[in-house]
C-alpha cells in the first residue's frame, strides 16, 4: 500500500539504515541507473530489470519492522504471501552485507539489511495507468474474474470473527474520509452512513454464514488496479498484504469489490460488469447466496482517502466533467 510519508518521518526511520540507502541508491553502484520510491513502510529501489524493497525501520499501529529480525521474518512473509500470485515477479529474500570493501548485496559478510528482491515489470502495464489513458478494455474484466478467483481458491477459509467485529469500524473510517470531500454533501454522507450501518446489520447472520461456509479467506487485501499489471497482456496481482493476516482476511467478494470500485473510479463500468459476472458466473454455487451483501461491501471499499493514495498524481475526471468521489460516492450507496 503505496503512503506519501513526510520528510521527518523518512529521517527518523533512516537513521540506522542510512549506509544501506545511499548504496541501494547507486552510491555502491555507480553504472546502475536507480530510481528510488518512499512509502510510509518501505523504501523501493528499481534497477533496470530488478527491484529492491527494504522494510523501513519503523514501529507503527499495524505493522512492527523495528527490528533487523521482525524486518527479515517481513521480507519472507511478503514473498510467501505473493509467491502464488506472481512467481514470475517475486525471487527471493537476499541479504545486504558488510563486506571487507564495502556492502554488497548477498554477500558472505555480516548482515546489516535484508531486501525483498523482484524482477522489474512495466510500470506504465500496471491497471490503474491503463485506465487512465483509456487502454482498458471491457474484456479485460473477465481476465481479472479469472485471476481473482483463482487467487481465492487457493486459500482455505480462515477464523473470521476479527473481521466480523470490524465491518462496523470500517463503515464509521468511511464516513469521516467523505466528510472531507467538498464535493459530497453532509447530507448524502449522513445517508450513506445509515444505510451502510442498516445494511450491514440486517446481513449480519448471512455474513456469518459466509464464515461458516469458509469464505472468509485470507485474501489479497489490496487488490486496487494499481497493484495488478499486464504481464505478457495478462493480469497479474502483486504487493498483496503481508504484515498483517487480519486485515487481509475478508470474505472473497469483499475482496473483489476494492477492484470493481477502482473500475467505477476510473469510469471503466462495463469492464466491472464484465468482472462480476463472470466471478459469479463461475462461482455461482458458492457465491449466489452472498448478492445481497454486494452493496455494503461496495460501500466499504469506497474510501476516497485510500483512493487517493493509490492512483497517479493527476486525478481521472469522468466524461461529464464530474469529479472522481461522485460517481464513486453514488456507487457504494446501499439499497433503502
Not at 12 to 37: K, S, Y
Not at 38 to 67: G, M, N, Q, W
Not at 301 to 311: E, F, N, T, V, W
Request: hydrophobic residues 40%.
Amino acid at each position: 500500500m503505496m503512503r506519501p510519508v513526510t520528510s521527518t518521518q523518512a529521517a527518523t526511520a533512516e537513521a540506522g539504515q542510512a549506509a544501506v540507502l545511499a548504496f541501494l541508491a547507486g552510491t555502491g553502484q555507480p553504472n546502475v541507473a536507480v530510481q528510488r520510491i518512499d512509502t510510509h513502510c518501505s523504501i523501493v529501489f528499481l534497477e533496470p530489470s530488478r527491484v529492491l524493497k527494504i522494510k523501513r525501520a519503523v514501529k507503527l499501529p499495524y505493522l512492527d519492522f523495528s527490528t533487523l529480525e521482525k524486518r527479515q521474518r517481513a521480507c519472507e512473509d511478503e514473498i510467501a504471501v505473493n509467491g502464488h500470485h506472481a512467481p514470475a515477479i517475486y525471487r527471493g529474500v537476499v541479504p545486504i552485507t558488510r563486506e571487507r570493501d564495502g556492502l554488497a548485496i548477498g554477500g558472505i559478510g555480516p548482515v546489516i539489511e535484508w531486501a525483498v528482491e523482484m524482477a522489474r515489470f512495466d510500470e506504465t502495464k500496471t491497471l490503474d495507468h491503463l485506465a487512465a489513458q483509456d487502454a482498458f478494455g471491457p474484456e479485460l474484466g473477465e481476465r481479472l474474474a479469472g485471476i481473482m478467483l483463482k487467487s481465492h481458491r487457493a486459500v482455505s477459509g480462515s477464523d473470521g470473527s476479527h473481521w466480523l467485529t470490524s465491518l462496523s469500524v470500517i463503515i464509521d473510517r468511511n464516513t469521516e474520509q467523505f466528510r472531507s470531500e467538498p464535493t459530497v454533501s453532509c447530507k448524502d454522507v449522513d445517508e450513506l452512513h445509515n444505510l451502510s450501518h442498516r445494511s450491514l446489520a440486517r446481513n449480519l447472520e448471512l455474513l456469518r454464514l459466509r464464515v461458516a461456509a469458509g469464505q472468509v479467506r485470507r485474501c489479497h487485501g489490496d487488490a486496487h488496479l494499481g497493484n495488478i499489471v499486464l504481464i505478457n497482456s495478462e493480469p497479474v496481482l502483486f504487493d498483496a498484504i503481508e504484515f498483517d493476516r487480519d486485515i487481509a482476511t475478508t470474505d472473497v467478494l469483499h475482496d473483489i469489490a476494492f477492484t470493481l470500485m477502482d473500475l467505477l473510479y476510473f469510469g471503466r463500468e462495463a469492464a466491472a460488469n464484465r468482472l462480476f459476472n463472470s466471478y459469479m458466473q463461475t462461482a455461482w454455487d458458492t457465491q449466489s447466496d452472498a448478492l445481497s451483501l454486494l452493496p455494503v461491501f461496495l460501500s466499504m471499499r469506497s474510501d476516497p482517502g485510500q483512493r487517493a493514495l493509490h492512483q497517479p498524481t493527476a486525478t481521472p475526471e469522468r466524461s461529464n466533467g464530474r469529479h472522481a468521489s461522485e460517481p464513486l460516492f453514488r456507487a457504494c450507496m446501499p439499497a433503502r
